[in-house]
């Protein structure tokens, strides 16, 4: 029978709940059990892929074309378990499924309640991404005390009741801060953080306290005391240098033994071997590079959460640590050819990621512009690739118009262009090329001495493609598409080959990077920018 890990937040946001069920996952997949992933969102959105980065950050796409929320991104880089559609639920989705059977009569006139019909539906989603496992963590989104948590809570709750002892465990991650002014730890926010959710009907059965500090066995007791919860269970979830820190810190904390004997589950022991040589090499790297991320969400991270772990990834391949400084595009824009130069020149390698809409595209296209002309390794990626596309066209094909239909419709250059069928499309919503894609790669080229394989699968996000009717101009001119998708015959990859390393993908690799398995676009970036750093400066 499956078991059931829920995993709820108290007292503020952003303490880590995502990395706290990934790392647990982690742990029990190292024990030998089959685990996977139900992130619950409260919003109200279908799905994240049309709210703003600002707002949501990255939207991680799986593998079957869903638009889901960043921490199943974690969930797969930790775990290496593909995640898909059935692995987000929000709240939308739940309301919107419920309302389309009220309105096919499936309810036989009845009164359609939050309880049961909502909840109910929240809990099919539970069972069904629950199939053929050991183990389902289940990561309720939001923060306790929030109104659009409540059903999601209540279904969790429920949960305990529809199952024989043993199978739920209810996990609350909570904030245990220090106070400088008192130079105490105070433990009051996850007393009222724990009856908060007591409230509501859930008793915790393990507490994990986030903290920057190790918490004294007398505090633990304390809490223990004041919050009904074995001290055992009173678990310190301490800052870290290193994500991939965690499940090691929460392991030595004895958390996975808990869970494994409070479940009643058959599983040996884990073999951390790997994944403690993983965090060494982030700690210890025996050179440094520098890349410059220009961009249009660069004041929210999370904007570009994947994107920095490849990077990370790429960094242990190349016993390497990246440094990474997200630059607004827009910064770029008023900037003449000295400033621009003064700007970029401190980098060893410049990226440009994926984004939608035309604001700060001529940043973008001046720093692509800069790393071509001064051989600087650059990396674009979707928007990347495509702004890349657009440079090439205007500076070097002399086509001074070039754009893409996106930003200027009436351009009489479309270089890069909207699919056919998705012309006159007015919903933003599902509209794209989502998910995985195959593509072919040329012979000969940067991109197939990458990868070592002649076809590859990766996944898109994206609605406008490269103009095919400009292919046999651009390639004359130098720049070659070494990557098609086979029967739909669009570009995937294009590059410059007489450049140290100048490559865009339409597609997203950073969503297909793991900690142990670098993605090769990643690797082999960083390590054409760390060529080229060391005849910049030496290694460290």
């Not at 593509?439 to 994206?462: F, K, M, P």
């Not at 070659?480 to 590059?495: C, F, H, M, N, Y």
């Amino acid at each position: 029978m499956t078991r059931f890990v829920f995993i709820t937040g108290g007292v503020l946001s952003s303490l880590g709940k995502g990395l706290a069920a990934a790392s647990i996952g982690y742990l029990l997949k190292m024990r030998g059990l089959a685990v996977t992933f139900l992130k619950l969102d409260p919003y109200i959105n279908i799905d994240p892929g049309t709210m703003s980065p600002f707002q949501h950050g990255e939207v991680f796409v799986t593998e079957d074309g869903a638009e889901s929320d960043l921490d199943l991104g974690h969930y797969e880089r930790f775990t290496d378990v593909e995640m898909g559609r059935v692995n987000n639920a929000t709240t939308g989705q739940i309301y919107h499924r419920v309302i389309t059977r009220e309105r096919m009569g499936d309810y036989l006139g009845g009164t359609v309640q939050v309880i049961p019909h909502i909840t109910d539906e929240i809990k099919n989603r539970i069972r069904t991404v629950a199939h053929g496992v050991d183990v389902a963590i289940i990561e309720v989104g939001g923060t306790v005390g929030d109104i659009e948590s409540l059903p999601f809570l209540e279904a969790a709750r429920q949960f305990r009741h529809d199952l024989p002892p043993g199978t739920v465990v209810y996990i609350h991650l909570t904030y245990v801060p220090f106070i400088a002014a008192a130079g105490e730890v105070k433990t009051k926010p996850t007393q009222h953080s724990v009856r908060a959710l007591r409230d509501v009907g859930i008793q915790a059965d393990v507490l994990l306290c986030r903290t920057d500090r190790p918490i004294p066995l007398e505090l633990k007791r304390k809490i223990s005391l004041f919050c009904d919860v074995k001290e055992e269970a009173v678990i310190t979830a301490m800052d870290v240098e290193s994500i991939y820190e965690v499940p090691l810190f929460l392991h030595q904390e004895g958390l996975d033994r808990i869970l494994v004997r409070y479940l009643h589950l058959d599983a040996g022991e884990p073999e951390l071997t790997d994944w403690k040589e993983l965090v060494r090499r982030i700690k210890e790297p025996d050179a440094a590079v520098r890349i410059g991320v220009v961009g249009k969400y660069v004041s929210l991270k999370d904007s570009y959460k994947s994107l920095h772990e490849a990077f990370v990834h790429a960094g242990v391949a190349n016993r390497a640590r990246v440094d990474l400084e997200y630059i607004d595009s827009e910064t770029l824009e008023t900037m003449d050819q000295t400033g621009l130069a003064d700007r970029l020149s401190a980098f060893d390698g410049i990226m440009v990621p994926g984004g939608f809409g035309e604001r700060g595209i001529e940043g973008k296209i001046s720093a692509i512009e800069y790393a071509r002309r001064s051989h600087v390794p650059f990396f674009g990626i979707c928007l990347g690739m495509q702004v890349a596309i657009i440079e090439f066209a205007r500076h070097v094909c002399g086509l001074q118009e070039a754009s893409s239909s996106e930003f200027s419709p009436q351009t009489p250059h479309p270089v890069v262009h909207l699919l056919t069928e998705q012309q006159g499309v007015n919903e933003k919503g599902g509209t794209m090329r989502l998910g995985s894609w195959p593509c072919q790669l040329r012979e000969g080229t940067r991109a197939r001495s990458t990868y070592s394989v002649g076809e590859i699968q990766e996944r898109h996000r994206h609605r406008y493609e490269l103009n095919n009717a400009y292919v046999a101009l651009f390639e004359k001119m130098g720049m070659i598409v070494s990557g098609r998708t086979p029967k739909r015959d669009l570009a995937e990859i294009v590059e410059i080959p007489d450049h140290p390393w100048f490559v865009g993908c339409q597609f997203h690799p950073e969503f297909r990077s793991r900690p142990r398995r670098a993605h090769p676009l990643f690797r082999d970036f960083v390590g054409a920018c760390l060529a080229a750093a060391a005849q910049r400066r030496p290694a460290l």
